[in-house]
């Protein structure tokens, strides 16, 4: 593959700096733009943010790569994927990594996805879709407990389980006839309450093959716990051992391969990152994987622990995928495991004050397998500050789980600190119970 590439990245998070940190990394790259980004995702190296340019602006983000000669664009967040940006850059020949907008609608709306799930018998809660509150109210209270999903996309918060008659009333409510979520509430999807433990299983795929990532597993809900509302995630570890070898056989043959072969079945070849939440639910045939829903992106912060694992690298991987080919072989990840614990703004997910002075971040930056991805700051009068909700995941690698925990907790968290920061002390728990299970995947 050519050299001196030049790559953009869109998004302004932790996941995206995570993803400058890896195509950085590559010597076949000269140069990364992420738009807009953020300070602290400047500081990498051949690294430059465009911070005028917006995640949702496709027709912009066109304009600046046809008009740079970028080699490559990696999109972030999913809405510039709903929006069809991956087709407007296909159009006129720049190679771009995700779906289609119409590939894309297996996160957008939870309608497509469950009904194609239900297509491809894929395994998902049993689920009933109404357009009409009042029907949508009466089949719920006769299926309690149940989860109330409003079809669209609204950041992860029109999904709400219910266990009483109340619940549903308010869920109905503010989803169908307040409209907290717009237009994502013209539909609602109505899902049978799964009980069990969740995990993430990313793949990247050409639309035929798929290369699996290291299982993991995020932390929704903002305390200890898993208390408190929920949040864009709180932390995130890999591998996860709930996803044994054998289980990971499993999603790939009773769920990557048949939404793969799905979509192409369907005419809406599904190319870029394939997220899959799942709940791991525990039946008399032993543990049972059941799709929670698809996102078409790296989960945030899932990505972020996988990058200290990771050692392949990923550009001629997502050249690959842009190109509608994926490469021959197989990634290499290091031994050992790594945690990403997100440190927040006092107050988040609600309302929190912005502008802390961030200190410490100098006294962990040398030290070795640790990695502080920023996901909301700014560098201001020679001060690093805080500037959104999750502001940095600090991320370790060690042997193992355990040690990463210790390590994390002991020797790095306590060096960053900001006026009223949060973080959750749980990361990783548990893992803890199963440890020792091996959790290499070999396909
Ligand atoms: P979703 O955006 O559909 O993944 O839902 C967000 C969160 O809601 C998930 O991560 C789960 O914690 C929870 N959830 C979603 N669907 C269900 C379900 N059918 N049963 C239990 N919990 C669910
Ligand atoms: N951490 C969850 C997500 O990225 O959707």
Not at 40 to 47: A, C, L, M, S, V
Not at 213 to 236: F, I, R, S
């Amino acid at each position: 593959m050519e050299k001196g590439l030049k790559v953009l990245v869109i998004g302004s998070g932790g996941r995206e700096d995570a993803l400058v940190t890896l195509i950085s990394r590559s010597p076949l790259v000269s140069q990364v733009y992420c738009a807009p980004g953020n300070d602290g995702i400047g500081q990498r190296p051949k690294t430059c943010c465009l911070p005028k340019l917006k995640a949702d602006d496709p027709w912009g983000l066109r304009d600046f790569a046809k008009s740079n000669k970028i080699d490559l664009t990696v999109v972030g967040p999913e809405a510039p994927l709903a929006k069809g940006i991956v087709d407007g850059f296909e159009k006129i020949g720049l190679k771009i990594v995700g779906p289609t907008q119409a590939a894309a609608q297996i996160e957008a709306s939870k309608v497509f996805a469950k009904e194609f799930m239900e297509r491809h018998k894929i395994p998902t809660a049993d689920f009933m879709k109404f357009d009409d509150p009042e029907k949508a109210q009466k089949y719920a209270i006769a299926n309690l407990p149940c989860v109330v999903k409003a079809y669209g996309l609204t950041g992860g918060k029109g999904v709400i389980p219910c266990k009483t008659k109340e619940e549903v009333a308010i869920a109905i409510q503010r989803i169908m006839i307040d409209k907290e979520f717009e237009e994502s509430g013209n539909w609602v999807v109505i899902e049978e309450f799964l009980v069990g433990e969740e995990a993430t299983f990313m793949v990247l795929t050409d639309g035929w093959e798929a290369i699996p990532l290291l299982p993991t597993q995020d932390h929704k809900p903002v305390y200890d716990n898993n208390e408190g509302p929920n949040t864009g995630g709180m932390g995130a570890y890999a591998p996860a051992p709930v996803i044994t070898p054998e289980l990971a056989k499993v999603i790939m043959e009773t769920i990557v391969e048949p939404t793969l072969d799905g979509m192409r079945a369907e005419k809406t070849l599904y190319k870029g990152i394939l997220y899959v939440g799942l709940m791991i639910v525990l039946t008399p045939d032993g543990p049972k994987p059941i799709v929670l829903e698809f996102n078409v992106r790296f989960g945030d912060p899932e990505l972020q622990p996988l990058v200290p694992l990771l050692q392949s690298d990923i550009v001629p991987i997502l050249m690959g995928i842009a190109d509608g080919r994926l490469p021959e072989g197989e990634i290499d990840w290091a031994d050992g495991a790594a945690i990403c614990v997100v440190m927040a703004s006092g107050g988040y997910p609600g309302e929190y004050e912005k502008n802390k002075v961030i200190k410490g971040l100098d006294k962990v930056a040398r030290m070795e397998g640790v990695e502080v991805f920023h996901a909301g700051t700014k560098f201001e009068d020679d001060l690093w500050k805080t500037a959104s909700g999750r502001v940095l995941g600090v991320t370790v690698k060690e042997a193992n789980i355990p040690a990463a925990i210790d390590r994390a907790y002991q020797k790095v968290i306590p060096q960053i600190t900001w006026e009223k920061v949060h973080y959750r002390r749980d990361i990783g728990k548990k893992a803890l119970t199963r440890h020792g299970i091996q959790t290499r995947m070999v396909f």
